[in-house]
C-alpha cells in the first residue's frame, strides 16, 4: 500500500471525477437509454484503435532505439512504450513516463544519457507533430468552433503556448552544450551549499558524462533523415487514431452526420486543453475539455461517450502498462549485452580531458 499509495490516490481523484460527472450530468440514465443500441463493430474498433495506437507508440520509439543500439529489439520498445503510458498517467502534467522509461531502459541496458537523449527526441518529435496538427485544425475548423465552444479562442492560446513552451525547452537544451552544463554546474553549487549533495565533483563529473552522452547520441539521431521520416510519419498516424476515437465512439452510438475532421479537430483541442491540468491525468481538465467540445456531437449522451473514451484513453493504459511492468521484472538486469556506442567513447574521452583539468564549480 505504502509503495503505490501515489498510484492509488491518483486513480480515485480520477475515478471520484467521473463518478462525479455521471451522477450530476444524468449520465447513469443516459446510459440506460443508448445500450440497447450500441453498434457492436463501431465499439470493437474504439478498442482496435487504441491498442494500434500502443503499436505505433512502440514504433516511433524504436526508430530511434535502434539508430543508437543496433541490438534494440522492438519488444523492448512495446515494453518502454507502455511503461511510460502508465507513468504519464499517474504524474502531475504527464512528468513521470519519461523519467520512468529511462529508468527501465537503463535495466535493459541503456545507458542513462543515451535513453535519455531518445526520449528526449522522441518527446520533441511527438510534441511538434501534435501541435502542427492542431494549428492546422484552428485554422480549418475556427468558425465551426468559435459558434459551437464557449472560450475557444481563449483555451486555444493556452494551449499552444504551454506545448510551444515545452517544445523550445527540450529543444533549447538538446542542441546547446555549453547553456546545459552551465545549468548542471549552478545547480550542483545550490545542492552543495545547501548541503544537499556532499561531493559536488564526483557528481559533476558523472552527471556531465551522462549529458555528454545525450547529445552525443541526440546528434547521432539527428543525422540520420531515415529515421526522422519514419519517426514523423508514423507519429502522425498516432495522433490521427487517437483522435478518430472519439468519431468512432459517436458512429458505436449509432449516431451520423458528424463532419469527421470536426471530430477529429476537437480531440486535438482536448489535447491540447489536458496538456496544462496539473492533476495526474489530467483529472477533471480531461472531462471537463471533452465535455466543451464533444456536446455538441453527443447531445444528452455525452455522459455515455466521455465514459467510453476515458475507459479507454486512459484506464486502459493504466490496466496495460501494469501488465508490462509484471513483463520487464521477469527480465534479467542489463540484457542488452554489446559494445560501448560512438556516443559513449566520445563522452569518455571527454571525462578524461575534462578529468586532467582544474574544477571550478
Same mark, same amino acid.
Given at each position: 500500500?505504502?509503495?503505490?499509495? #501515489?498510484?492509488? *490516490?491518483?486513480? =480515485? &481523484?480520477?475515478? @471520484?471525477? $467521473?463518478?462525479?460527472? /455521471?451522477?450530476?450530468?444524468?449520465?447513469?440514465?443516459?446510459?440506460?437509454?443508448?445500450?440497447?443500441?450500441?453498434?457492436?463493430?463501431? #465499439?470493437?474498433? *474504439?478498442?482496435? =484503435? &487504441?491498442?494500434? @495506437?500502443? $503499436?505505433?507508440?512502440? /514504433?516511433?520509439?524504436?526508430?530511434?532505439?535502434?539508430?543508437?543500439?543496433?541490438?534494440?529489439?522492438?519488444?523492448?520498445?512495446?515494453?518502454?512504450?507502455? *511503461?511510460?503510458?502508465?507513468?504519464?498517467?499517474?504524474?502531475?502534467?504527464?512528468?513521470?513516463?519519461?523519467?520512468?522509461?529511462?529508468?527501465?531502459?537503463?535495466?535493459?541496458?541503456?545507458?542513462?544519457?543515451?535513453?535519455?537523449?531518445?526520449?528526449?527526441?522522441?518527446?520533441?518529435?511527438?510534441?511538434?507533430?501534435?501541435?502542427?496538427?492542431?494549428?492546422?485544425?484552428?485554422?480549418?475548423?475556427?468558425?465551426?468552433?468559435?459558434?459551437?465552444?464557449?472560450?475557444?479562442?481563449?483555451?486555444?492560446?493556452?494551449?499552444?503556448?504551454?506545448?510551444?513552451?515545452?517544445?523550445?525547452?527540450?529543444?533549447?537544451?538538446?542542441?546547446?552544450?555549453?547553456?546545459?552544463?552551465?545549468?548542471?554546474?549552478?545547480?550542483?553549487?545550490?545542492?552543495?551549499?545547501?548541503?544537499?549533495?556532499?561531493?559536488?565533483?564526483?557528481?559533476?563529473?558523472?552527471?556531465?558524462?551522462?549529458?555528454?552522452?545525450?547529445?552525443?547520441?541526440?546528434?547521432?539521431?539527428?543525422?540520420?533523415?531515415?529515421?526522422?521520416?519514419?519517426?514523423?510519419?508514423?507519429?502522425?498516424?498516432?495522433?490521427?487514431?487517437?483522435?478518430?476515437?472519439?468519431?468512432?465512439?459517436?458512429?458505436?452510438?449509432?449516431?451520423?452526420?458528424?463532419?469527421?475532421?470536426?471530430?477529429?479537430?476537437?480531440?486535438?483541442?482536448?489535447?491540447?486543453?489536458?496538456?496544462?491540468?496539473?492533476?495526474?491525468?489530467?483529472?477533471?481538465?480531461?472531462?471537463?475539455?471533452?465535455?466543451?467540445?464533444?456536446?455538441?456531437?453527443?447531445?444528452?449522451?455525452?455522459?455515455?461517450?466521455?465514459?467510453?473514451?476515458?475507459?479507454?484513453?486512459?484506464?486502459?493504459?493504466?490496466?496495460?502498462?501494469?501488465?508490462?511492468?509484471?513483463?520487464?521484472?521477469?527480465?534479467?538486469?542489463?540484457?542488452?549485452?554489446?559494445?560501448?556506442?560512438?556516443?559513449?567513447?566520445?563522452?569518455?574521452?571527454?571525462?578524461?580531458?575534462?578529468?586532467?583539468?582544474?574544477?571550478?564549480?
Amino acid at each position: 500500500m505504502k509503495k503505490n499509495l #501515489f498510484a492509488i *490516490i491518483t486513480m =480515485a &481523484i480520477s475515478i @471520484g471525477v $467521473l463518478v462525479y460527472f /455521471l451522477i450530476t450530468t444524468d449520465g447513469i440514465t443516459a446510459f440506460a437509454e443508448i445500450a440497447g443500441s450500441i453498434q457492436i463493430p463501431w #465499439f470493437i474498433s *474504439i478498442f482496435a =484503435a &487504441i491498442i494500434v @495506437g500502443w $503499436l505505433l507508440e512502440a /514504433l516511433v520509439l524504436h526508430f530511434f532505439c535502434k539508430k543508437v543500439y543496433p541490438q534494440w529489439k522492438y519488444w523492448h520498445s512495446l515494453i518502454i512504450g507502455m *511503461i511510460g503510458l502508465l507513468y504519464s498517467a499517474l504524474t502531475p502534467f504527464a512528468t513521470g513516463g519519461q523519467a520512468m522509461q529511462i529508468y527501465y531502459m537503463r535495466k535493459l541496458g541503456m545507458d542513462t544519457g543515451g535513453a535519455g537523449s531518445i526520449i528526449a527526441v522522441k518527446s520533441l518529435v511527438y510534441q511538434i507533430i501534435m501541435v502542427l496538427f492542431a494549428l492546422v485544425m484552428v485554422f480549418w475548423k475556427l468558425p465551426f468552433f468559435q459558434s459551437s465552444v464557449s472560450n475557444f479562442s481563449f483555451l486555444t492560446i493556452i494551449g499552444l503556448t504551454t506545448n510551444l513552451t515545452f517544445v523550445l525547452l527540450v529543444l533549447f537544451f538538446a542542441i546547446n552544450e555549453k547553456a546545459t552544463d552551465k545549468c548542471l554546474r549552478a545547480i550542483i553549487k545550490f545542492l552543495y551549499r545547501i548541503k544537499i549533495v556532499k561531493k559536488p565533483v564526483s557528481r559533476y563529473y558523472k552527471l556531465h558524462s551522462e549529458f555528454a552522452i545525450f547529445h552525443k547520441s541526440t546528434k547521432l539521431v539527428g543525422k540520420s533523415v531515415k529515421v526522422y521520416v519514419g519517426a514523423v510519419f508514423f507519429t502522425i498516424v498516432q495522433i490521427f487514431v487517437a483522435c478518430i476515437i472519439p468519431y468512432l465512439i459517436y458512429r458505436s452510438f449509432n449516431f451520423e452526420g458528424a463532419d469527421v475532421f470536426d471530430m477529429l479537430g476537437a480531440q486535438s483541442f482536448v489535447n491540447m486543453v489536458s496538456a496544462f491540468i496539473p492533476l495526474p491525468g489530467a483529472s477533471g481538465g480531461a472531462e471537463g475539455s471533452f465535455y466543451l467540445f464533444f456536446g455538441t456531437f453527443f447531445g444528452n449522451l455525452i455522459m455515455p461517450a466521455l465514459f467510453i473514451w476515458r475507459i479507454g484513453t486512459y484506464y486502459l493504459n493504466i490496466v496495460g502498462g501494469i501488465a508490462f511492468i509484471f513483463i520487464v521484472k521477469r527480465i534479467p538486469h542489463r540484457t542488452l549485452y554489446r559494445e560501448k556506442t560512438k556516443a559513449e567513447l566520445e563522452a569518455d574521452r571527454q571525462l578524461k580531458e575534462l578529468s586532467s583539468k582544474k574544477l571550478d564549480l
